[in-house]
């Protein structure tokens, strides 16, 4: 007989990522269709539900040969009653009941979690966590999210709200204003808007010779890329931007360490593009901050499965099925 397969799925603003894949976490299939947020995104869970039907239909599938669907959702989720609500980017202001409708459109039972939380277990199961049980997960993009794996559950505290690591407070005193309604969050400094704004703020006061100081004092549009692709050339202003940028790192993930004492803290998004040149500079701050055996025991990694995170920590979320 054969093995069972799951599905994961990955929904976000833009996309909907879908994969199949085996209990092990191997990719066999994946595919996307585009977001369809019009009209308060009523027509969002239908297009998933057309979307895996025709699949199977496609490959000649039927729901006998899945346990089940793991999904990644923005906004906050319910996990008992598999529901999502505040899912603005989604134009979901309402609350969605997302797994009764997929089960009655696929026959397949759901278990969704927040998007974040979801990568998280992806890169702990299949990539740099190495499936290890204790993993932290640090994802910078347009936001900063993360997830954090302990004992080998994912958490997410009394009010869902544990790995929130981009409302880390990293600085107290003259931080910038965040979405949150505090000051000092380390989204704003260090997601691809948060290091702009960290370089408009640093420029006020730099003088010298720098591509970037001059782009930004002739009010051209700087992005967060420019400014590492500079510092990584020698642009002594975009060297200084991108050491404050990693201080910050550094000092979430230290606390982040010296608390959880993670055997990994993984490093994802869009800024982590970075790569070598930004995990090295964070790393040397993570050990300022942090004690003997937290540096000895927790590494600062870079993460390695890119946009298919989402989708394999999200069909890990369907093993549960298995056994039920």
Not at 45 to 54: A, F, G, R
Request: aromatic share 6%; proline share 2%; with cysteine.
């Amino acid at each position: 007989m054969a093995e069972k397969k799951v599905i994961g799925i990955d929904l976000g603003g833009t996309t909907v990522k879908f994969g199949i894949l085996t209990t092990s976490g191997e990719v066999q299939d994946k595919w996307a269709i585009e977001t369809n947020i019009l009209d308060e995104g009523k027509n969002i869970v239908p297009d998933i539900i057309d979307s895996i039907n025709h699949r199977l239909e496609l490959y000649n599938l039927s729901k006998g040969d899945f346990i089940g669907i793991g999904m990644g959702s923005p906004g906050s989720v319910d996990l008992v009653n598999n529901t999502v609500t505040g899912a603005y980017n989604l134009n979901w202001a309402k609350t969605q009941a997302v797994g009764e409708a997929i089960f009655e459109g696929t026959g397949l039972e759901l278990a969704i979690d927040n998007d974040a939380n979801v990568a998280a277990l992806g890169e702990r199961w299949k990539g740099a966590g190495e499936n290890d049980p204790d993993v932290v997960f640090m994802t910078l993009g347009t936001g900063v999210g993360g997830g954090i794996v302990a004992a080998g559950n994912l958490l997410h505290g009394a009010g869902g709200a544990a790995g929130e690591i981009g409302h880390v407070t990293v600085e107290p005193i003259d931080g910038f204003e965040c979405t949150c309604g505090k000051k000092g969050c380390l989204e704003t400094v260090a997601s691809a808007t948060g290091v702009v704004r960290v370089a408009r703020k640093l420029a006020e006061q730099w003088e010298g010779d720098s591509v970037i100081k001059s782009a930004i004092d002739n009010g051209e549009a700087v992005t967060s890329k420019d400014i590492f692709s500079k510092a990584q050339a020698g642009d002594k202003f975009a060297v200084l931007v991108v050491d404050k940028v990693c201080f910050y790192l550094g000092l979430a993930a230290g606390n982040l360490g010296n608390t959880l004492n993670p055997s990994a803290i993984v490093i994802g998004g869009g800024v982590s593009a970075a790569g070598e040149f930004l995990r090295g500079q964070v790393e040397d701050y993570f050990n300022q901050f942090t004690f003997p055996q937290v540096r000895q025991t927790t590494k600062i990694k870079l993460a390695e499965l890119g946009n298919d995170a989402g989708i394999i920590g999200a069909a890990s979320l369907a093993l549960k099925f298995e056994k039920a």
